[in-house]
């Protein structure tokens, strides 16, 4: 008899998983063999005396739990098998009333008639009083009630487990037949917007108040558990999304009063303790005994309380947090978190934590954010920290892919975070950290700002520490060493150790490392065996942009290219400054930083004594570590003089600190600026960065110090920078310093002399350059090429920023200005030489820069100009441009030349179309707006064609490199690389394109010239692609303002071209890009297309074009080519909802009936060639449908000319209007009955027709009147 209660205490502790359990009642399993009530209470009797001698193991009283569960699990079948239920239908549901629905708890928690614990406090009333088993009835409703069902469960479903998974089923199959679509937790409506809070407080609630007594009686627990684990494995969503919500805070709830049984216990085992050790003689005393039984009681129910949540734990949370919906896995991973903190006794175990482990992989972004929460939220706690230890030992590496590669921003930082509390706690390795740190390059500003504290923690521990104490020890053995001069001249000082030189120098090498090594790491590879978290590009990942630390400057360096502003906000050194400077204090001592620059501790310059020098090698700076911190020094000073607009936002006293900063900072760096220039006037890089203080310093400091002298050194010390070196990047940044130094009113007079100087000095330097020059000649020595680089170099920098125009209207010569020798050099770009490359590009931009300043003195006053020198300069440029860019027979440009003329050739034209430039006219009537020729718009279409080819080869080219997995093919594929590889490359290319569409855009050239290029579209990349939305946008705004244009034609002949592939896929995207474009439009009055020319121009143009390809093929019965042409239709019906009239539509069908009947075609049945045509007119006609009308294609009007067809039309009048009245036809299908659910909705629409009244029936009358003559007006029409 025992081996029998065994057995069935097993089977009844072990649950059959859902899908098992429909299979096991199917089966009809043979049960253990039945047992006398008096053995089965023995062997009880045995167990729970088992229980009690062991509840002091843990590991027995989990087992003791457990039997003790599983014995109350049978007594509960057995009350259930004594309790008389009514009898139920056979389907597992009782339809709900309701009456009934109003007062169950669903009903009153929606409706929040009672209080929640007023809804509770009844329930228990009822469960505890003689209704138990209803009260156990009513809160299963509730659990399906929750789910979105409108029936009750059947009550013997209740009685046995086994009758569970039929019960749902039949749900499932109710609710299915009722077509449901959404489920009250996942509801947007208003009605269940608090329906989820209310259900999550109500399980809490109940199981609180229920903690001393209900949840131990063998009933409750394990109903609710049997039920809510069925239906979290059920197939149907809101079964198992609402009971996984339901068992989560069931077990969260449960967790909370197990946690406190377990405070309580503690506290009493401590006063157990106290009193033991009291009671000397081994008397037990009443209060020892009380204490006794109190622990007693509360190891028990935490046995019990234990046990309940593995059950809900292996039946629910073990499945679910791998179910294929991704809410309900973020559902777990939310709880569980919540349960570590709440129980950490229990679920603070390998066991568990693993689970958030293994979902850092999930595929979610929602799922892997909750994940890195709870790690974080349990991570900060030190006491967690030791027993995590091991987990995150495990789990490390998959923390820092996610802080590297994670393409979520914000769980990215979250994983930052928690790689830094790592670092802080020692489990990550020294080269873990260093390659997080390379995140400090980040582009992201948010990624840097997270990194800052890892970055300050190494920086404290790895380098500046060890190297102090270095320093100090050298110190230590060093003789006393004796000033060399002052009042203490010869007094023996201990040498003294600067921190702020080792912490300054020590910063440097962090950040050369850490740029270094993220120059290696996140280069990109075709690397096919790394893991796909290690290829995310999330902006700084694949930076493969040069080191910051520059060449030496006796190279050149000239980007002609380059904007008119500083370049250091590209800085990556700079970024990284910005983000480290709150963390960091060292950053915070500008002064210290300027004044340590100052200093030389290069042993040939030092003059200190031998002690103190032989501590300066632990100062001493590389070049690279000396850019650095001029970089830091930079960013920081940029920090204290521009505030952020978070610290702008503050309060005024804020405000008024960061003023006084400014001040303090200006007035230092003012003093310190020449010595800084003096030092470092030898280094090209340092002296760019340099220059840049400048531009951020408030000037007024010159004033307040009455500095007037050094101010005018200083302007003086930048022209020679200006004048000296030979780097692009000086030029740049001294020409914006000259602007700057020369625009303060408060200097203007101390300035106004020296400004002029430099422009004479400019105009000297000019004709030095040039003077005695063959221009012209064929080609140029190498020292010539290099001189007039750098002198155009100058010139190009200068002029971007200032206004140095009449300088170039100096005579360069008897018949020659120096504009005209700038010209010269940019017809050189038509011999070809590539070595000459810079210097034309500095040129084009001179020339383009020289027209943009007297563009604006036009505007200003006309009459400073003189117009005609200005308008024969400007055409012999635009001829110039013209002929490098379009013109193959005298020009032979390079490909960067070519492409910079073409893009200056459309900038100046858009210069130019200014409308006020119209009235403008020069002593010869010349205007000096200016237009585009058509010849010449035909040459850049043309031009443009063979860039997209170039492109076409070079994208072709990337996809076989991107698809060779060989590595030898790989490795030369990399020497060889397609030029789309490089971001600069990939922009030279797309310059021409790029500029084509802006000159569509702004009308520059005509629009149809645009349709060669849109074609391309969805062929050669998404970069493309972005140019080519531009101009289908354009060409939308055309099809109103060019009527006579071919604009509609050319695109469906480009359509057409296109169905010659044997996928639509390209020309449907291209059409439905168009289609939408021209839809946005409608909404601005300015841009709407015009009905008409929608009609004509693509439909009817369209219809024609396509039919009548069709006819000619049918013909000569090439059926193939045919149905070709006939897929031209599902491109048009693409275009079929922008139309809205009625008479568009009759007069597509009209011209659609003409074709047909001139090309002798027929629509064969069997056709599926014939399909799309099908469609096409199916979708127009749903304009008639929604107008309440239908086209008569047998009503046809035989027509030779338009003028022919409107006569007919008005002769065939009262046809035509009959013609398109709606018609009801009745249809007889023989049958002569009608099925009840004919009669049934013909009753029921009769009723509601009745109920709208005569007056309805007169607006009835008034619209069917007014119908009429509308149609007559329209026919007219």
């Not at 919500?245 to 106290?274: D, F, H, T, W, Y």
């Not at 809205?1140 to 060639?1169: N, P, W, Y």
Request: charged share 30%; with cysteine; net charge negative.
């Amino acid at each position: 008899m025992g081996t029998a209660l065994k057995e069935n205490v097993l089977r009844r502790s072990r649950r059959q998983p859902a899908s098992q359990q429909k299979a096991t009642t199917e089966k009809n399993v043979e049960k253990s063999t039945p047992t006398s009530d008096n053995e089965s209470e023995s062997e009880v009797d045995e167990l729970m005396d088992t229980d009690n001698s062991s509840s002091s193991d843990s590991e027995g009283g989990v087992r003791a739990g457990n039997v003790r569960t599983t014995i109350e699990n049978k007594q509960r079948k057995k009350r259930l098998a004594k309790t008389t239920l009514p009898e139920s239908p056979s389907d597992g549901f009782q339809e709900l009333d309701e009456e009934d629905d109003i007062h169950s708890l669903y009903g009153q928690l929606l409706a929040h008639n009672l209080t929640l614990d007023n809804v509770i406090e009844e329930w228990i009333e009822k469960y505890k009083g003689p209704e138990k088993m209803d009260a156990v009835h009513d809160l299963i409703n509730f659990i399906t009630r929750s789910c979105g069902t409108k029936e009750k469960v059947d009550p013997k479903a209740i009685e046995d487990d086994d009758y569970i998974v039929e019960a749902l089923q039949n749900l499932e199959k109710k609710i299915a037949s009722d077509r449901y679509t959404e489920y009250p937790i996942a509801s947007k409506l208003r009605v269940f917007k608090t329906l989820k809070t209310d259900l999550i407080a109500f399980w809490k609630k109940l199981i609180e108040e229920c903690q001393y007594d209900i949840i131990y009686d063998g009933l409750l627990i394990e109903t609710l558990q049997a039920w809510l684990a069925t239906m979290s494995s059920s197939t149907f969503r809101p079964f198992r999304h609402t009971a996984t919500m339901i068992a989560l805070n069931l077990i969260s709830a449960l967790s909370a009063v197990a946690n406190r049984a377990v405070q309580e216990k503690k506290i009493a085992n401590r006063q157990l303790g106290a009193e033991r050790r009291k009671t000397s003689n081994g008397n037990a005393t009443e209060r020892l005994k009380m204490l006794q039984e109190k622990s007693k009681t509360l190891a028990n129910k935490e046995v019990r309380l234990n046990g309940y949540i593995k059950h809900y734990f292996d039946s629910v949370f073990v499945h679910r947090c791998r179910d294929v919906e991704a809410i309900i896995r973020t559902e777990c991973i939310k709880h569980l978190g919540e349960w570590m903190e709440q129980y950490p006794s229990y679920f603070l175990d390998n066991n568990y934590l693993r689970y958030i482990g293994w979902l850092l992989n999930d595929k979610s972004s929602n799922v892997r954010a909750e994940s890195i929460k709870g790690i974080i939220a349990l991570y900060e706690r030190e006491a967690n920290a030791t027993t995590m230890e091991p987990f995150m030992q495990r789990f490390k590496t998959r923390m820092m892919e996610m802080a590297l590669y994670e393409v979520d921003q914000p769980i990215r930082i979250q994983a930052i975070r928690l790689c830094v509390s790592l670092a802080e706690n020692s489990i990550l390795e020294p080269n873990e950290c260093a390659e997080l740190g390379t995140l400090v390059f980040s582009d992201l500003p948010k990624v840097r700002n997270a990194i800052t504290p890892l970055i300050h923690l190494t920086l404290e521990n790895n380098y500046v520490n060890p190297k102090l104490e270095e320093a100090k020890a050298k110190a230590a053995t060093l003789p006393p060493a004796r000033t060399a001069g002052g009042r203490t001249r010869g007094v023996a000082s201990e040498p003294v150790v600067d921190k702020n030189a080792i912490e300054f120098k020590c910063l440097a090498t962090i950040l050369l490392e850490y740029s270094k090594a993220s120059q290696v790491v996140k280069k990109p590879k075709n690397n096919t065996e790394a893991d796909d978290s290690e290829s995310v590009d999330n902006g700084m990942e694949l930076d493969t942009r040069s080191d910051p630390i520059q060449q030496s400057s006796d190279k050149i360096n000239i980007d002609p290219l380059s904007k008119g502003v500083s370049n250091d906000e590209d800085s990556r050194i700079a970024q990284a400054i910005t983000s480290l400077a709150p963390a960091i204090p060292i950053l915070r001592e500008w002064k210290a930083l300027v004044d340590f620059l100052l200093k030389d501790y290069s042993s040939a310059a030092s003059s200190e004594p031998d002690a103190i020098n032989n501590l300066q090698q632990y100062y001493q700076l590389t070049d690279d570590e000396e850019y650095v911190l001029i970089e830091a020094l930079i960013a920081v000073v940029t920090l204290c003089v521009e505030p952020s607009a978070e610290r702008r936002s503050k309060s005024k006293k804020k405000t008024t600190a960061d003023e006084e900063t400014k001040n303090n900072v200006s007035r230092y760096i003012a003093q310190m600026l020449t010595r800084l220039m003096s030092k470092y006037a030898a280094d090209a890089n340092i002296i760019a960065k340099i220059l840049i203080l400048p531009q951020l310093i408030s000037l007024s400091a010159y004033t307040d110090l009455r500095m007037p002298k050094a101010y005018e050194q200083l302007l003086e010390d930048v022209k020679k920078m200006f004048v000296r070196h030979t780097t692009s990047q000086v030029h740049l940044n001294a020409a914006l310093a000259i602007k700057r130094l020369t625009s303060f009113e408060s200097m203007a007079s101390a300035t106004e002399a020296s400004l002029n100087e430099f422009r004479d000095e400019l105009a000297i330097l000019f004709k030095r350059t040039f003077a005695e020059k063959d221009l012209q000649a064929t080609k140029f020595s190498e020292n010539d090429i290099h001189t007039f680089t750098i002198a155009l170099s100058r010139y190009q920098r200068i002029i971007e920023v200032m206004d140095i125009t009449d300088m170039f209207e100096e005579n360069f010569s008897k018949d020659t200005l120096n504009i005209q020798v700038v010209l010269l050099l940019l017809e050189r770009g038509k011999l070809g030489h590539p070595e000459e490359t810079v210097m034309v590009v500095s040129a084009a931009t001179i020339l383009f820069q020289y027209l943009a300043w007297k563009s604006y003195q036009v505007l200003a006053d006309t009459s400073s100009v003189p117009l005609s020198r200005l308008i024969a300069i400007r055409n012999d440029v635009i001829h110039t441009l013209t002929d490098l860019a379009l013109n193959n027979e005298l020009s032979q440009a390079v490909d960067s030349i070519r492409r910079l003329s073409f893009q200056m050739f459309v900038d100046l034209h858009w210069l130019f179309s200014n409308e006020q430039f119209k009235i403008i006219r020069s002593a010869d009537g010349s205007s000096l707006m200016l237009r585009s020729a058509p010849n010449v718009q035909v040459s850049a279409s043309q031009y443009v064609e063979q860039e997209l080819d170039r492109w076409g080869q070079n994208y072709s080219t990337q996809d076989n490199e991107d698809d060779s997995d060989d590595d030898e093919t790989r490795e030369n594929n990399e020497q060889s690389s397609s030029p789309l590889s490089d971001p600069k490359k990939q922009y030279e290319l797309l310059t021409p394109v790029a500029a084509f569409a802006k000159a569509i855009l702004l009308g520059i050239f005509d629009t149809h010239l645009a349709v060669k290029v849109i074609k391309r579209y969805r062929s050669l990349g998404p970069e493309l692609d972005e140019a080519i939305k531009a101009m289908i946008f354009s060409i939308k705004d055309n099809l109103n303002t060019v009527p006579d244009s071919k604009v509609a034609q050319d695109t469906l002949s480009m359509y057409f071209d296109a169905l010659k592939e044997p996928q639509l896929d390209k020309p449907l995207q291209l059409a439905r890009l168009l289609a939408g474009s021209i839809k946005a439009a409608d909404s601005d009055p300015f841009h709407k297309t015009s009905p008409d020319h929608l009609t004509d121009k693509i439909h009817i143009a369209g219809v024609t074009y396509c039919l009548s390809k069709a006819g000619g093929y049918s013909k000569i019965n090439d059926q193939e080519s045919k149905a070709t042409c006939l897929k031209f239709f599902k491109l048009l019906t693409v275009f079929s909802p922008l139309l809205t009239r009625a008479r568009d539509v009759a007069k597509i069908r009209r011209q659609i009936d003409s074709l047909m009947e001139e090309h002798g075609l027929t629509v064969e049945a069997d056709g599926k060639e014939w399909d799309t045509y099908t469609a096409y007119l199916s979708s127009i006609d749903t304009v008639l449908q929604k107008k309440g009308l239908r086209y008569d294609s047998s009503n046809k009007v035989n027509t030779g000319s338009n003028q022919r067809h409107l006569i007919d039309v008005d002769q065939n009048l009262p046809e035509e209007i009959e013609r398109l009245q709606p018609q009801v036809v009745d249809v007889d299908d023989g049958s002569g009955e009608d099925s009840d659910d004919e009669r049934l909705q013909r009753k029921s629409k009769a009723s509601k027709l009745s109920q709208r009244g005569t007056k309805r029936k007169a607006d009835t009358s008034s619209k069917q009147d007014a119908k009429q003559i509308r149609l007559s007006r329209m026919v007219e029409k």
